[in-house]
């Protein structure tokens, strides 16, 4: 029995999200990565597989670097092997990139110690139609400066109730944020944000509020007020999914709270 685990990504638009979703003792009855991945498995594998992902995006999401482990029982096939013969079963908007072999112990999930999310929004009069379904298109420059010193109220362990969608079940809402900056990328901006873990649409209501800020002349002492509040009605729109991607997962920093 080998533990084999795979650097994926994905094209999120016709997706339910990562994680497979079951109903009615049937499996996959949403279009899911998690799922679609366990059904190649099972066709290469000959029987069922159960696949851990480093964590879940939500429906609509992209990844350029998913991490995730499954247990394999034939050992005949070279780690790897898995890249090419997994590609083979599986359709065009989800690729394997990379397989390898890893200690039984390990799980994507549990091993992880930060996930890297990039949201890329267009600031320009209108994206290539090529890249719609990857940018949140704004029509206008908003000021980087302004948005790094509130980005810059993101940083340490935090209470990150404030920005967590209603019916989170996470049993803590504290986060432990490495990064969070605004950089310029041609037409478009980019917001990077690392942290140990996020709760469930986290990203996109940090970034849908940063930009609602700046536009209606706030500053870093307001978000901080924000933050601190905890609670969701002082935050701002949540931005769509179209624009996010979990960008990195690390398995080599310090392990905190899940």
């Not at 795979?6 to 499996?27: H, M």
């Not at 362990?157 to 049993?171: I, R």
Request: proline fraction near 4%; charged fraction near 20%.
């Amino acid at each position: 029995m080998r533990n084999i685990l795979l650097a994926l990504s994905y094209d999120g638009t016709d997706f339910s999200g990562w994680q497979r979703q079951d109903a009615n003792g049937k499996k996959n009855v949403m279009r899911t990565v998690q799922g679609e991945i366990e059904t190649a498995l099972e066709k290469l594998l000959k029987g069922p597989v159960t696949l851990f992902g480093s964590g879940r995006t939500d429906s609509g999401v992209h990844a350029a670097a998913q991490a995730a482990n499954f247990l394999s029982p034939i050992d005949s096939i070279p780690p790897e092997k898995y890249v090419q013969a997994l590609n083979s079963f599986l359709p065009h908007d989800i690729r394997i990139n990379a397989s390898k072999e890893v200690a039984p112990d390990f799980n994507a999930r549990f091993n992880a110690t930060s996930r890297t999310y990039r949201y890329f929004i267009h600031c320009g009069e209108s994206p290539l139609a090529s890249e719609m379904r990857y940018v949140w298109s704004i029509h206008r420059f908003p000021n980087i400066s302004v948005l790094n010193d509130m980005a810059s109220c993101l940083k340490g362990e935090l209470d990150c109730a404030t920005f967590a969608a209603s019916g989170d079940q996470s049993l803590s809402t504290f986060r432990f944020i490495e990064n969070a900056v605004f950089f310029p990328d041609g037409e478009k901006i980019v917001f990077e944000i690392t942290a140990n873990a996020f709760l469930w649409k986290m990203v996109r209501s940090i970034t849908g509020s940063l930009i609602f800020f700046e536009k209606s002349g706030r500053d870093a002492s307001h978000f901080a007020k924000v933050l601190a509040s905890k609670n969701r009605s002082e935050a701002g729109p949540t931005a769509p999914s179209t624009g996010l991607f979990l960008w990195n997962v690390s398995f080599d920093g310090i392990r905190r709270h899940a």
